[in-house]
């Protein structure tokens, strides 16, 4: 007879996943680090009890519980700071989320959709209405004239990439299965939501002890087809100016000593996109640095006559593209090296379907012996050295620029060459929205693999702060910079409160400029005129937000939540905090830098593009220019390119069969 063992469906959840682990290139670790949560009445009597039991277990063995639990303040936080945790963990571990029914829940939406736009995994358990529907309507409950059974946790079925409801506890075993299975697989990872009806999570059933085994998920690095490799050999063999573009993929396979090997071997310079920043350290020979729309000169300069472009573990996104204008050699050819085989397709490329390092390996070997011309590598060098004397300029600005600067305000480029400057190679710079996340592109020094952290495929406002204290609880032997704008401030300052509560020594670089500056240029690109965009009362005559400036004092709001603030006013007031905060305690709580920038003085220009439609009529002359200027760029847009392997390229013509006509 099955063994058994009684609990309610929470507990064996509970259980469960506390027997969890991954396991990659031989080495193991526990899928799970623990539970973020906010309870209500939707999940404190089941997942919350069954939490509760497990921590005085704990207590009564003197040891800290397998999955402690952490009580956030925003749900949708709570899942930024998964998020922030697995990203740098290389998706190997993460953190399971709990919320109550209702709005506690649909909190987690756009957490859910970060997670998977940037495919990485995190466990989401919303809560859902009785499944016996005895009492229904229950409080916070949708009634849908049309459908029974739908709920509001449906909304999470798009944004998940495996998504299920437990209505009865016989279910739970597969679910979970299902779950885990998703989570750990390089390809299908991002969010994994399980909705638990109220009633269901305290339900009690007799679980086959089996369902509680230890159980070691291993994530594979699938192998490319040989004849794939020799395909892409073959391609790059005959380019004259090749690139290479890093994405995120390099990073979550470890991939990058094996991409600067094969760059050094081969002397293809290697462009990166946000996620794949870092790929290789600053100083490398074959480093130009950020691509596309928020790129360097260096690399858009190769980008533009670049006739094979490999990209290695990229989405290829918009802005790596520069919206489809990046690339203007005619007769470009893409090599994709990706484990998923939807990303590999892209751009009309040869797709080479495996794991980045084991891929990149494969073609160091059968591209032995061959490499690009002196001269190319020459002009790589000369590029990347003017763009590198533009970041000391914007780093250090003359006088001519800082002399016209507002009183107690500095460029944002300074505050990032600051904190470039004064941090350890191994600090960790966390960014999300606004135009932060461009100039780090653009601007930071990638000095360690995991140094640089920037969430741009979702660009979520808010994500900083608590994805910081997920980044700091990754490795808190690496002090972590979340540089956040004010607009990014204000809409999620609340995990500072988390920080508190935890001892998280998180340093937040706070950016005062006032408003939404980043917009505000973007909506004077489009002949708008930074509309609505700025921190301003309304005014009294014009009707419109271009009255004074909002009294607003973010530094008094964070010191209200129990962080330690630092406001600085100068270039040498910055540098004291930054080597102040790195002299807080390391279980200090957050450390908050105020600092007040001009947001006149952008970074360095990219000399790209990003596609954003402009008015087509208009009785604005402001937007009437715009669109003639769109309109000039949009001709250089090429949505289609011609598929980089055709039959003539991979191998000759097949002899036509003898007396076909
Ligand atoms: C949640 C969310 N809402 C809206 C946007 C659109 N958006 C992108 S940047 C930005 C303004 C950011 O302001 P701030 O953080 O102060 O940075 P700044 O632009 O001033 O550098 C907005 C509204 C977004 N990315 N995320
Ligand atoms: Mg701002």
Known sequence: ??????????????????????????????????????FGHGNLAGVGQALLEEEVRATERGAAPVLPYVMARNEQAMV???????????????????????PGSTNMLTGAALATINRIPVLLLPSGPFASRVAAPVLQELETPYAGDLIVNDAFRPLSRFYDEVVRPEQLPSALLSAMRVLTDPVDTGAVT???????????????????????????RPPPETSRVEAAASIIRSAKKPLIVAGGGVHYSGAERALAEFASATGIPVAETQAGKGSLLHGHPQLLGGIGATGTTAANAVAADADVVI??????????????????????????LNVAASDAVKLAGLSVVGDAR????????????????????????????????????????????????????????????AVNELSDPRDVVVCAAGSMP?????????????????????????????????????????????????????????ELVTAVQERVK??????????????????????????????????????????????????ANARSLGAHVIEASSRGE???????????????????????????????????????PVAQVSELDSTRAAQRAYAVRKESQRPYLEPAETAQTLSPHPAEPEGSP
Not at 196 to 220: G, I, K, N
Not at 313 to 318: C, H, N, P, Q
């Open 1 to 38: 007879m099955t063994e058994t063992v009684r609990l309610t469906v929470a507990q064996a959840l509970v259980r469960f996943l506390s027997q969890q682990w991954t396991e990659r290139d031989g080495e193991r670790q526990r899928l799970f680090a623990g539970f973020l949560g906010i």
């Open 80 to 102: 930024h700071t998964a998020v922030g945790f697995a990203k740098q963990k290389d998706r190997l571990q993460t953190w399971a989320c709990t919320a109550s029914v209702g």
């Open 194 to 220: 399980i909705s638990l009806p109220q009633d269901v999570q305290s339900e009690a059933f007799d679980w086959p002890t089996e369902l509680f085994a230890e159980r070691v998920w291993h994530v594979r």
């Open 311 to 336: 990209g290695v573990g990229t989405r290829w996104s918009d802005f790596t593209t520069a919206s489809r204008t990046a690339f203007a050699h005619r007769g470009v050819r893409f090599v994709n």
């Open 358 to 417: 084991e891929t990149l390996l494969a073609l160091t070997s059968a591209l032995s012996g061959w490499s690009v011309p002196d001269p190319y590598r020459k002009r790589q060098g000369t590029l990347w050295r003017r763009w590198d004397k533009a970041v000391w300029t914007a780093y250090d600005p003359p006088a001519s620029v800082t002399e016209a600067l507002g009183d107690g305000v500095l460029t944002q480029a300074t505050v990032i060459g």
């Open 438 to 494: 461009g100039d780090l592109h653009k601007l930071w020094r990638v000095r360690d693999r995991k140094g640089y952290h920037i969430e741009y495929g979702y660009s979520c406002m808010g994500y900083e702060v608590p994805a910081s204290i997920g980044v700091r609880w990754a490795d808190p032997t690496r002090d972590v910079f979340a540089m956040v704008g004010d607009g990014g401030y204000l809409m999620m300052p609340t």
């Open 506 to 555: 998180v340093i937040v670089v706070l950016v005062q400029n006032h408003g939404f500056q980043s917009i505000g240029s973007l909506s004077e690109s489009v002949g708008s005129g930074r509309f609505g965009t700025e921190y301003r009362r309304r005014g009294p005559e014009s009707h419109r937000l271009d009255g004074e400036r909002l009294p607003v004092d973010l530094a």
């Open 574 to 612: 910055l540098e004291e905090a930054i080597v102040s905060a790195k002299a807080w305690p390391p279980d200090g709580g957050p450390v908050v830098i105020h600092v007040g920038t001009d947001p006149s003085v952008g970074a360095p220009d990219s000399e790209s593009w990003w596609d954003v």
